[in-house]
């Protein structure tokens, strides 16, 4: 099973900046990328998110981005998917420490890194869309 000490390392590896904000959990950044990742070693889970955005207003307002966000949920995010939390929209997944390697950490940090900055205009455009009578 991999150990918080092979997390770190594989963020090591990655040449990714990074800081340990507590026990197992932490924020990470890549050099190219300006939304952080919070990558949680949690057995028998190593969970990653990423907060793309706070979402304000009305919920019924937000009814296209929502069906949009399922649409890519579907179609177009590899690993993981779209989700709430509280007023957040948050990307996540999560793997299984038992048989997890650094590859598949750094292709789910990627995966997530692509998926939010590719779809980044379309939500943000959904989001601050007026509601139509």
Known sequence: MVTREDVESYLIRMDVEYEEIDDGMYLVRSRSERLPIVVHHSPP????????MDLEGDPASLAELYRT???LNATDVVHGAYGLEGEELVLG????????DYA????????????????MEQIRNLAAAPVED
């Open 93 to 100: 997944l999560s793997l299984q420490l038992e048989s997890l």
């Open 45 to 52: 889970l190593l969970v990653l998110r990423l907060k793309v």
């Open 69 to 71: 966000l399922l649409e």
């Open 104 to 119: 598949e950490v750094q292709a789910a940090i990627e995966s997530l890194q692509m998926a939010a900055s590719s779809h």
